[in-house]
């Protein structure tokens, strides 16, 4: 009897193993969305905050914190987030934008997709990773430094280096040095930026505090600007340049045929000579003979 007693207890132990909860050692290791099917990626990135109005999910955020897929990380006025992505590269956010961090499966494998409402970001990414950005106007693949502004007129993507595969509207790639307007999935404007506008499009990064070494300037050199030094205001130009003056005079015409020589100053002048008065002549002294 304790025997079959024994082998119920034994049976009633397997049962309740088999059916525990898995424990929380699996690839997923937290954030809004959970994982999105086998071998997806679940952490974004580490997240640097400047200013007091950074938010993941609604919650106060912190430097060092760990951004996973399908968190929405918003910022105030006067605040700015930089996320170290773990595909590589950076991504930085402005005030006042709200982007939410999903992977996808796409054609190019899983991808990292941003979708933003309104701001403007900052894509740092040359690893050949995948990075999608999508905006109310339209959508493109990343690999390269893009400013993306989303504003109520359209998305604006100006590219610094690399470049930017539109997908929606598709078949247009935006180069360095572009700027392309999107409004309700079609390209409204195309125009070339110098270096000067472009430096100036993305002054905006440089206005935040991060940790040392964060973010430099310029930004690894993505900027090819060329600046002029202003003069102080004592500043006195230099004299205009004055070639030297040649002190071998400079060769005369032939005089004309009707020319005649004046007359030579030797002729009486030459022939004069200087005579002695007698009285002046000096005569010897003798004796006087008496």
């Given at each position: 009897?304790?025997?079959?007693?024994?082998?119920?207890?034994?049976?009633?132990?397997?049962?309740?193993?088999?059916?525990?909860?898995?424990?929380?050692?699996?690839?997923?290791?937290?954030?809004?969305?959970?994982?999105?099917?086998?071998?997806?990626?679940?952490?974004?990135g580490i997240l640097e905050v400047s200013?007091?109005?950074?938010?993941?999910?609604?919650?106060?955020?912190?430097?060092?914190?760990?951004?996973?897929?399908?968190?929405?990380?918003?910022?105030?006025?006067?605040?700015?987030?930089?996320?170290?992505?773990?595909?590589?590269?950076?991504?930085?956010?402005?005030?006042?934008?709200?982007?939410?961090?999903?992977?996808?499966?796409?054609?190019?494998?899983?991808?990292?997709?941003?979708?933003?409402?309104?701001?403007?970001?900052?894509?740092?990414?040359?690893?050949?990773?995948?990075?999608?950005?999508?905006?109310?106007?339209?959508?493109?693949?990343?690999?390269?430094?893009?400013?993306?502004?989303?504003?109520?007129?359209?998305?604006?993507?100006?590219?610094?280096?690399?470049?930017?595969?539109?997908?929606?509207?598709?078949?247009?790639?935006?180069?360095?040095?572009?700027?392309?307007?999107?409004?309700?999935?079609?390209?409204?404007?195309?125009?070339?930026?110098?270096?000067?506008?472009?430096?100036?499009?993305?002054?905006?990064?440089?206005?935040?505090?991060?940790?040392?070494?964060?973010?430099?300037?310029?930004?690894?050199?993505?900027?090819?600007?060329?600046?002029?030094?202003?003069?102080?205001?004592?500043?006195?130009?230099?004299?205009?340049?004055?070639?030297?003056?040649?002190?071998?005079?400079?060769?005369?015409?032939?005089?004309?045929?009707?020319?005649?020589?004046?007359?030579?100053?030797?002729?009486?002048?030459?022939?004069?000579?200087?005579?002695?008065?007698?009285?002046?002549?000096?005569?010897?002294?003798?004796?006087?003979?008496?």
């Amino acid at each position: 009897m304790w025997t079959l007693f024994g082998a119920l207890l034994m049976l009633l132990s397997l049962s309740a193993a088999g059916c525990a909860p898995v424990g929380a050692g699996g690839p997923y290791k937290g954030g809004g969305g959970g994982p999105q099917g086998a071998g997806s990626p679940s952490r974004v990135g580490i997240l640097e905050v400047s200013g007091s109005q950074v938010f993941v999910d609604g919650a106060s955020a912190q430097s060092g914190q760990s951004i996973y897929n399908g968190n929405r990380v918003t910022t105030g006025a006067g605040s700015s987030g930089l996320i170290d992505l773990d595909l590589g590269g950076t991504l930085q956010l402005d005030q006042n934008t709200d982007p939410i961090f999903k992977f996808q499966l796409l054609t190019e494998g899983w991808c990292l997709v941003v979708n933003i409402v309104s701001g403007q970001i900052f894509d740092d990414t040359h690893s050949g990773t995948c990075v999608q950005i999508n905006t109310p106007d339209g959508s493109g693949v990343v690999a390269s430094s893009v400013n993306v502004h989303v504003g109520g007129s359209g998305s604006t993507w100006t590219v610094v280096q690399g470049a930017v595969r539109l997908v929606r509207p598709a078949g247009t790639t935006i180069h360095p040095y572009d700027s392309v307007m999107v409004s309700k999935e079609r390209i409204v404007s195309t125009r070339r930026v110098s270096s000067d506008e472009l430096a100036r499009l993305t002054e905006w990064r440089f206005k935040y505090r991060f940790r040392p070494g964060r973010i430099s300037r310029p930004p690894s050199g993505h900027l090819p600007v060329t600046t002029v030094p202003v003069p102080p205001s004592s500043y006195t130009p230099p004299p205009p340049y004055k070639p030297p003056v040649s002190s071998v005079p400079p060769p005369s015409s032939p005089p004309p045929a009707s020319y005649k020589p004046p007359p030579s100053s030797t002729g009486i002048i030459g022939r004069m000579r200087t005579t002695v008065p007698p009285a002046a002549v000096a005569t010897p002294s003798a004796p006087v003979i008496r």
